[in-house]
């Protein structure tokens, strides 16, 4: 089973960007596919975006389309959640996913493990 660690993650302000990393371990990541999700005070975790093995194929929920990209280095087994133009309302902590099959799922429970978590603030 793959082990995840998430980093990257401070106090920002509104507009400025923020690159969060997912280190993964115990597996390689070339047939791993990655979802990353937020989860703010009080609300259900969400699907922010993810990877897939296949192609890099990624997929993004609409609060971020545009704002937010999605990478891998399958070199340094990592992946890379760019975040540009941070709103206030961006403030939560990101987690990011592991699944083996190849879609990527928007749902918290379609992923099999995941990282303990690393906190974002923006403010405005």
């Known amino acids: 089973q793959v082990q995840l660690v998430e980093s990257g993650g401070g106090l920002v302000q509104a507009g400025d960007s923020m690159r969060l990393s997912c280190a993964a371990s115990g597996r390689t990541l070339t047939r791993i596919t990655v979802g990353w999700f937020r989860q703010a005070p009080g609300e259900e975790r969400e699907f922010v975006g993810g990877?897939?093995?296949?192609?890099?194929?990624?997929y993004y929920a609409d609060s971020v389309k545009g704002r937010f990209t999605i990478s891998r280095d399958n070199a340094k087994n990592t992946v890379y959640l760019q975040m540009n133009s941070l709103k206030f309302e961006d403030t939560a902590v990101y987690y990011c996913a592991a699944r083996t099959l190849m879609n990527v799922a928007t749902l918290p429970a379609q992923y099999n493990s995941w990282g303990q978590g690393t906190p974002v603030t923006v403010s405005s």
């Open positions: 990877i897939s093995w296949k192609a890099g194929n990624t």
